[in-house]
């Protein structure tokens, strides 16, 4: 089956720095990778679609300054959370769309912890 | 915007019990509806997807059905055991994106 790796599974940064995770599919091209974070005890919040070659489309109240998104290959994309504060603490979760073009493939995701 | 409910938000069943989670949408205008389970800390697990055409789908214990026009989609697990500890989440499929409910934590006691 499709398979979707992250990393790196769990970081740890400074406040103020900045911290790159990045989704590859394996098995698989994805023109189209989606982010989700994750805070404790509830469920997953879709922050920004991300497509191969232009630029991403981020959710309602989800910052693209400080979140920056980078799709630059069909297996490749990335997340950088700029300046990090201790509230960007989540747990950050990639998804690649499948080659059905509608089922989703989730890496196992990242922990972040700002301290 | 769609809205996923589940219900119960938490559950705990001695093994071997049959048990149904629940699942309801907004939006009857979904395109799919799939289910997951997570473990503590863990990613996703796809358990099942029921495509808009589809009224269930089965995977071992495991059967998910989905009625569109009430807005609802159940998961039935037969047989439970301790391994089937985990939160369980349903998402509902929009213009390629998904709206997850909170999920309905599954303890299964020995």
């Known amino acids: 089956g499709a398979v979707v790796s992250q990393h790196p599974s769990r970081v740890i940064c400074k406040s103020g720095t900045s911290v790159k995770i990045e989704c590859r599919s394996l098995d698989f091209q994805a023109t189209t990778m989606f982010w989700y974070r994750q805070f404790p005890k509830q469920s997953l919040m879709l922050m920004a679609t991300?497509?191969?070659?232009?630029?991403?489309?981020?959710e309602q109240g989800v910052e693209k300054d400080k979140f920056l998104i980078n799709h630059a290959s069909l297996t490749l994309s990335t997340l950088t959370v700029t300046s990090a504060h201790p509230e960007d603490s989540s747990f950050y979760i990639c998804?690649?769309?499948?080659?059905?073009?509608?089922?989703?493939?989730f890496g196992p995701g990242t922990r972040l912890t700002v301290t | 915007k769609q809205e996923v409910t589940q219900i119960p938000a938490a559950l705990s069943v001695p093994e071997g019990e049959n048990l149904v989670l629940n699942c309801s949408f907004t939006d009857s205008a979904i395109y799919n509806l799939q289910w997951f389970r997570q473990d503590p800390g863990k990613g996703l697990t796809s358990l099942l997807l029921i495509q808009s055409s589809q009224r269930e789908q089965t995977s071992g214990r495991l059967n998910a059905s989905l009625d569109k026009s009430s807005g609802r989609s159940t998961l039935y697990i037969a047989a439970s055991q301790p391994g089937d500890s985990a939160t369980y989440l349903c998402?509902?499929?929009?213009?390629?994106?998904?709206?997850f409910g909170t999920g309905t934590r599954l303890t299964v006691i020995p």
């Open positions: 998804s690649a769309l499948g080659p059905s073009g509608y089922e989703q493939y």
């Open positions: 991300s497509n191969e070659g232009s630029k991403a489309t981020y």
């Open positions: 998402a509902g499929t929009g213009a390629n994106n998904l709206f």
